[in-house]
Structure formats: structure tokens, C-alpha cells
């Protein structure tokens, strides 16, 4: 757990223990950030769910759940409840993966408290940036809650271009005529990436919304253009989501229509084959059946057939190779 204040923007920034950050709060002297990773304790719910914070004891539990909750935003007396995930692009053995961490805002009037597990690069860019750029703590609560906001929907389009490169490598991967099963599953497991994508950052684009679009507690006028610019962001976001699911539906039909197709090359061989031995099965067959006297039955027929069986291979073939059955 670690804490930082702003009480103005000429004091810049300052890291207090966090008696001292709950004093200010009680106080509601400047601004304070109460940063807390991995799940609550019983300690730290006792101490959120009283003064000055007094969360409610349902938002305290959904921020105690680990990663099962979707995105949302909870409006309640003094302060509102948001949560959102980040999400961290990793290579699997199948292609890329998308891992996730969920990250809970409670924001009221002169503080936010954040909660998530591990160590989401999100917090960690906007903490450190916090010391740099005053403006970020000293304009309100609500604006510190965009600031988060927006570099997690930043990190939603910075990993939209390693989705790129794998939708390239699997347009690739189903032209090529050596591609197995393993290239279906990489289909499969890809576009159930791209829905859990939008399972994530659809319900995020609708509490946005629901933030810009009524009387919302805490929201001042001059935070609600930066998160309509967010809300704008993800509803990109999503089209391009759409149009990736799309891609990867086609990309399949392309590969079974391929695999399909060179199967249908191979029944072809098979059949012009098993074709051109019909005549000859009969030849043979004919002239070798054991009856006694056969009035064919000497040295000359026999290399006549052989002649014979040649020649109307060489027929075949022709016949085909002019009307192009290869």
C-alpha cells in the first residue's frame, strides 16, 4: 500500500505513509492517491469501509473478488466505483495472448483509492508521471481517474498493432500449402481472443458513457470533454474488433476452401489414374483367363496386347491433356 498527496499545484506532489494520507482525507486537504496491490484485506476493508472513505460494503466485496467482475461504474452518495481491466500482450506457444488485470477505482471528493493485483504498467506509468506533471493530481479526483482511464485504453490501442501482425501471419499461414491443423487452432484460439477483448472493453466503453451522459456524481464540466475523447477511443476500439473477428472468419473459409481444393487435386489424380487402368484391366483380364485352344493364344497376340495396352494409354493421356484433366 503506498500513497501520494497534491495539495496544490505549485506543492507538487508529495509520498505520505498512510496514516497520514487517511488524516488528510478527513481533512479534505489537497488530493490523495491510496494505491493498493493484491486483494484486500480484512484490515484494509475495515479501514475503506468507515471514515472519511465509507465504501460501501457491496463494492468493497466486488473489489475483494479476484478478476470477476466486469467493467462498470457504481454511483453512490460521496464518491463512484469504477472498474476496468489493462491488458499486457504476451507471446503464447499458439501466437499471441492477452493477459489481463483488473483494476478498481473509488473516487470521491478529494481522493481515489486504487486496487489491483500484480503491477498493472498503467498505475505504474501514471504514478511515476504524477511527480513530473503536477497538472495530473491537481486537477481534481476525477481528473486523476481520466488520466488512468486513458492510458488503459492507450494500452487497448498499442495492442491492437501486435493484433495486426497476427492477423498478417495468419492470412499467410492459410495460403500456404503446407498448413495443418495447427494453423485452425491458431485461427480458434485467436478469435477468442479478440472476444474476450471485446468482452472487456465494451461494458468499459458503456460505463463511460453513463459517466458523460447524465449528472454524474464528481464529474466536473471540464474533465467530461477528456472522457468523451475516451469514450470516442473505444468505440473505435470496438469497430476494429468487429472487422479483426471478420478477418479471422474469412481467413478460415479461405483455408478450408483451400484444403478443400487440394483435396479435390488429389481425388482428380486418383481418378485419371485408376481411368487409364480400366482398359487395361479388361485387356489383360481377357487374354489371361486360362481356357485351353485359345485362338489368341501365341507369342504374337500376347506382344500385340502389350503394344495394344500402350498405345491406348498414350490415347488416354492425350485425350486428357488436351481437355486439361490434370
Request: aromatic share 10%; charged share 25%; glycine share 8%.
Amino acid at each position: 500500500m503506498q500513497a501520494k498527496v497534491c495539495q496544490s499545484k505549485e506543492a507538487g506532489v508529495q509520498t505520505v505513509s498512510l496514516e497520514e494520507a487517511v488524516a488528510l482525507v478527513g481533512k479534505g486537504q489537497g488530493l490523495v492517491w491510496l494505491d493498493i496491490a493484491g486483494p484486500l484485506t480484512a484490515e484494509q476493508r475495515e479501514l475503506l469501509g468507515k471514515p472519511p472513505f465509507n465504501f460501501h460494503e457491496l463494492a468493497l466485496e466486488d473489489a475483494s473478488k479476484p478478476d470477476g467482475q466486469r467493467a462498470k461504474v457504481e454511483p453512490y452518495d460521496d464518491h463512484f466505483f469504477l472498474v476496468m481491466h489493462s491488458v499486457s500482450p504476451a507471446a503464447g506457444d499458439g501466437g499471441l495472448v492477452l493477459e489481463w488485470n483488473e483494476i478498481d477505482l473509488f473516487v470521491g471528493e478529494g481522493y481515489l483509492v486504487s486496487i489491483h493485483r500484480g503491477d498493472p504498467p498503467e498505475i505504474s506509468q501514471v504514478w511515476r508521471d504524477a511527480d513530473r506533471r503536477p497538472r495530473i493530481m491537481g486537477s481534481g479526483s476525477d481528473m486523476l481517474a481520466y488520466f488512468l482511464l486513458d492510458t488503459v485504453v492507450d494500452g487497448y490501442i498499442d495492442t491492437i498493432d501486435g493484433i495486426e501482425d497476427e492477423l498478417d501471419s495468419l492470412e499467410d499461414a492459410v495460403v500456404d500449402p503446407k498448413a495443418d491443423e495447427a494453423t485452425v487452432h491458431r485461427i480458434f484460439d485467436f478469435k477468442r481472443e479478440l472476444i474476450h477483448f471485446r468482452k472487456k472493453a465494451g461494458p468499459l466503453r458503456e460505463a463511460i458513457n453513463e459517466m458523460t451522459s447524465r449528472d454524474f456524481p464528481l464529474v466536473t464540466s471540464g474533465t467530461l470533454p477528456y472522457l468523451r475523447d475516451v469514450y470516442d477511443h473505444l468505440i473505435r476500439l470496438s469497430d476494429m474488433l468487429d472487422s479483426y473477428r471478420d478477418i479471422l472468419t474469412g481467413a478460415l473459409d479461405v483455408h478450408l476452401s483451400a484444403v478443400s481444393n487440394r483435396l479435390n487435386e488429389i481425388m482428380k489424380r486418383l481418378t485419371l489414374v485408376a481411368t487409364i487402368f480400366m482398359p487395361l484391366t479388361f485387356i489383360t483380364g481377357f487374354w489371361g483367363m486360362n481356357f485351353a485352344e485359345l485362338p489368341v493364344g501365341s507369342r504374337i497376340w500376347m506382344w500385340g496386347s502389350l503394344l495394344f495396352m500402350a498405345v491406348v494409354s498414350m490415347v488416354m493421356i492425350i485425350i486428357f491433356q488436351t481437355r486439361k484433366y490434370k
